[in-house]
């Protein structure tokens, strides 16, 4: 392919973004149909065989929702059933009552660096958005205010510290030491977290108003909330009282200590052995949260004095609202897959590599150019892995391998726009505009990026 041809194609990506943002916020047309259009219109125009432009589209589309509508699925249930038995509202109480509701963000960036842990950002988000709703309703705050401090710490976690399965790629690509890239990634990471977490929420929150009404956050604000219709309904028998904080707290980390439990198998028992592969098996986020919604049957199902038609309905009534997410988000992973086969993403690769920067930097500058390009924060993450390994190790100048993932994980984070997943995640349970969402999750996690970056340089001088 000649330059005229690369710097061609790197146009049409940028002219074809330029076209979905202005297609969804100006024009309001439905986002899972302009990416559709735009992603087909791009194959044609970047020269892609006719055959095989919608073949790549079902391709991402579909290798994208196989992982996330179940994971999507299964966690929204288990956050309505933590809704409804009241658990959400439980968690809530508890958080208020030991940060103060002056601290409330503080407490909602610690819960989302734990629980983010060891699942996927959209994992995290799932478990952890009934609280936040919760949370916005029971202290009167705005949901932003609540909102991006626990998003950031999904996000850092995410990028930056195993056993993550983004940064554990990373770790095993670069030959990093796990111990290290830990402490050096909590080092790098609370900094960042702190600063677009609860700083830029207490900032930006003053600006932006969302609407009054958010349908999604009526799923999950279970009938356990409202004060005034409490008073209307004393006389109404109760079916129960609120799950304790440790049963709350059990069921809702259960995923995450399977997860944990399965990424430790290979350390209890030797590989290839029935208890190995068993402990793996458990520890796959998919059925790490079957499992956990099926003990939340129990606890906040039967336990709570719930009937089975009951918990049949709440599962029933959960699925509706997060359709058009689910669909919105298998789009951008099929956009984003037409950028890649189209060769668009290839070219972004070689502009990189032809700057000949430092290794750390270039590892940052790789994974952001894939994160904008893909829009998936952990294709960026593997594909930069895969990238700048080789070249680092050629490298005349050597750096320590566990910074190199953190240089990575950062260069993932970059600004996330439409055709990442988590940003129409975020736009639809915020009820937020896709300006609002640029505003407030995209400045957010462009904030992690470039703090990051620059903690990583400042760790470098000193080791």
């Not at 095989?52 to 966690?75: P, Q, R, W, Y």
């Not at 660096?113 to 609280?131: C, H, K, N, S, Y």
């Amino acid at each position: 392919m000649g330059a005229n041809q690369g710097s061609l194609l790197l146009v049409y990506a940028v002219v074809a973004i330029a076209a979905l943002i202005l297609l969804i916020t100006r024009y309001k047309v439905y986002p899972f149909l302009v990416l559709i259009i735009v992603s087909l219109l791009l194959g044609l125009v970047a020269g892609m065989p006719m055959g095989t432009i919608v073949k790549s589209f079902e391709t991402g589309n579909g290798n994208t929702l196989g992982h996330i509508a179940i994971v999507v699925g299964l966690g929204t249930m288990l956050g309505k059933m933590m809704a409804e038995s009241g658990g959400a509202e439980r968690i809530a109480t508890t958080l208020i009552d030991k940060f103060g509701e002056k601290h409330i963000h503080w407490a909602m960036m610690v819960v989302a660096i734990i629980v983010g842990l060891p699942v996927f950002f959209e994992v995290g988000f799932v478990l952890l958005i009934p609280i936040a709703f919760n949370v916005a309703k029971r202290t009167g705050k705005s949901l932003l205010l609540v909102g991006l401090p626990m998003i950031a710490g999904l996000s850092v976690v995410h990028g930056l510290i195993p056993p993550h399965p983004a940064a554990m790629l990373a770790v095993q690509a670069y030959h990093a030491d796990i111990g290290r890239t830990i402490t050096y990634g909590l080092i790098v990471g609370v900094p960042c977290a702190i600063v677009a977490g609860p700083l830029f929420a207490l900032l930006i929150s003053r600006y932006i108003k969302l609407p009054e009404n958010n349908p999604l956050a009526a799923q999950f604000l279970g009938s356990a909330v409202d004060d005034n219709a409490k008073e209307k309904d004393k006389d109404k028998p109760k079916p129960r009282d609120l799950p304790s904080f440790g049963v709350t707290l059990f069921t809702i980390l259960l995923p995450v200590i399977l997860m944990l439990i399965g990424s430790w198998a290979d350390l209890v028992f030797a590989p290839k052995t029935l208890p190995n592969d068993l402990l793996h098996f458990i520890g796959n986020s998919d059925v790490a949260l079957l499992i956990a919604v099926l003990v939340s049957f129990w606890t906040f199902g039967a336990k709570r004095g719930f009937n089975r038609e009951q918990i049949q309905k709440f599962c029933g009534e959960c699925l509706a609202p997060i359709a058009g997410i689910t669909l919105i988000v298998g789009a951008g992973g099929g956009f984003g897959r037409v950028l890649m086969d189209s060769g668009i993403s290839k070219e972004i690769v070689n502009a990189a590599t032809a700057a000949h920067l430092s290794p750390l930097l270039f590892a940052w500058c790789v994974a952001a150019l894939i994160r904008l390009a893909t829009g998936s924060a952990t294709v960026a993450m593997t594909t930069a892995c895969g990238i700048v390994a080789p070249i680092a190790a050629a490298g005349a100048v050597q750096v320590r391998p566990e910074l190199l993932v953190l240089a990575t994980g950062s260069g993932s984070l970059i600004f996330s726009h439409v055709n990442d997943g988590g940003f129409w995640l975020i736009k639809e349970y915020f009820g937020m505009t896709v300006g609002q969402t640029f505003k407030t999750w995209s400045l957010l996690e462009t904030i992690i990026s470039l703090m990051g970056l620059a903690l990583t340089f400042a760790l470098a001088t000193v080791l």
